[in-house]
Each structure stands twice: as structure tokens, then as C-alpha cells.
């Protein structure tokens, strides 16, 4: 008998818990032709923000020996044109789509929110808590609970889709970041973003970036991502959203039994376009081969 694959996380269900990860896959559609997009749970478009963003200057990409650097800098079309360009293209897709949102104030995000709930397809949020807080001087939203729980508090209240909230390694205690998003009332935990890092030309002795420092993706955070999947999931209640270097379907199955509802694919999926579909078979045949019905049946399902 073939597995049951779908997962229901915060009130929707998904066909089965392999997902893209924000950023590295346009807004879905642009990938239709790469990846067979109804084969996987979902795609969670590039961070949209309510003013169009140019991005950081190029160079924007550098592959190191076990990852890759990227400083996009949130480009992105904006809110209007999302909603008119592009919103129309994703709706046919057959797939969950899951909108990521930014911004630089709580105002930015609020503005965001109250257009997407004017889109019944669209069933869940992502808030990406990287971005700049300017009122804070431009560090990062998700790097206070007391921001944390103020920005989730205020989008919960008008939301009328799920929201998922996408927590930085860069803080000095996630856990305690995810308990203050989880009282707030997020419905779902996404870890982790970026780890802040950097590469230089040692002959120019100029950075790789043109935005000097980017963040670090790809199988070199797999492990520490794993790791904070599994603390997150001994002190939470609320599903958890595993993403950080999955480059081998292995990589996926672990990542569910450390504790993650579902996973996403970021970098993992550049150099091998078809790794989400082999996921899903390699999930597939992980629970026949184990005597396991369900997919639920090993989140959080590790011997300790
Ligand atoms: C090129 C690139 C662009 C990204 N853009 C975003 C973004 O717009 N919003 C966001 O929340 N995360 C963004 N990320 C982070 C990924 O969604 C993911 O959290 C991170 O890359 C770790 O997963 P991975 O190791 O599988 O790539 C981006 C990552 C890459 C590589």
C-alpha cells in the first residue's frame, strides 16, 4: 500500500511536506518548466515587499566548497505588481503557494496582509523575519521577542490565512524567539534563513559580494539547521518548517524526523532541479521500506 504523504500544518493540507524555499524560485511559475510543480506540497515565492526593490549591486552569488553566498538584497516587483502580474499567474499553478511578506515596519507588513486576504487562494504567509526593522535602526525584525511578538500579534489579528513565521539564525536564543512568536499566535515556525557570512578576492582583496557580506545557504548549514529543528521541536507547540541545506533527499527525511511537519528546498534545488521530486520518492519508498503508513508517522520521531 502506497504511504499517505499529506500533512496538515496550520489548518491546510498539503499534498506532502516537500515545499520550495523562499527566494530560490521566483514566485513559481517562472519554474513551471523545471520542476514538476504538482508533484511537491509547495512553493513559497520570493519575499514580496510594498514598494518594488532593486536588490544589492552584482556580483550577488558566490559558491563556496559546501554552499553558497547571496546578497539579492530583497529584490522583488513590489505589492502592486504582485498582485496584478503576477498573483493571476500562481493561481493556476497545482500547487500550495505560500506567499512570503516583508517590509520595514509593522505598517509595511500590515499593508501586505490586508491585500493578500483579498486572494482566496492563498492560504498561508510566510512573514520573513530578516528584513531591516528601520524604526529599530535597521536590525532585523526577528532579532527581539518583544518586535517578534508585536509584529506576529498585529498580523494575526488581520490575517484571515495561516501565518507561518521564518525565524534567523542570528540571534543570540532562537528558541525564545519562536516561544514569542508562538504566544503571539503564529501558526507555524520556519527555520532557519541565512547565516550572515562573507569571501574575498585575495588577489583584488575585494569582497566576492557586491553587497560585501551575504548569506550562507546550502549543505554547509544543513547540520546546525537540524539541530535547531530538533531544539525548536522539544520546546513548541506549533509545527515547525525545516529548511537549511537540503541536498540529498536524505538530507529531507532527517530534517522530518528532528521534528519538521515539512521542509523546504533552497540552494539544494540549483544545482539539481529535479532534487524535489526525488524527495518525494525517496520519502515514499523511506516509509515502505521502514513499515510506515504515514509521513506523520516519523516528525519528530527521533531516539534520543
Ligand atoms: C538566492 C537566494 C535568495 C533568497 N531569498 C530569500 C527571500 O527572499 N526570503 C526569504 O525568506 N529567504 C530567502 N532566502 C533564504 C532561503 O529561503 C533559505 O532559508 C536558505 O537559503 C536556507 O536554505 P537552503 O540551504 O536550502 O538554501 C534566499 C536564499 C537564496 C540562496
Redesign the pocket.
Known sequence: MRPNLSVEISGVRLKNPILL????AGFGCEIADLVNLSAIGGV?T??ITPLPREGNPPPR?WETPC??L?S?G?QNPGLEAFLSDIAPELEKLDTEIIV?V?GSSIDDFVKIINSLNELPFIHIV?L?L?CPNVAEGGIHFGREAKTVAELVEKVRGIARMAVWV?LSPQTSDIVEIARAAEGAGADAISV???FPAMAIDIHSRRPRLGGITG?L??AA??PVAVATVYALAQKIGIPIIG????TRPEDAVEMLIAGASAV?????YFSNTRLPEECVDFLTDYLVQHGFNSVEDIINSAEI
Open positions: 524555499a523562499s527566494g530560490t513559497v520570493k519575499t552569488i554552499g553558497m547571496n539579492i530583497l512570503s516583508g510566510e520573513n530578516s521564518k532557519i534563513n541565512t548569506g545557504s546550502g548549514v544543513h529548511i537549511g541545506g537540503i523546504q528546498i533552497g540552494s539544494g
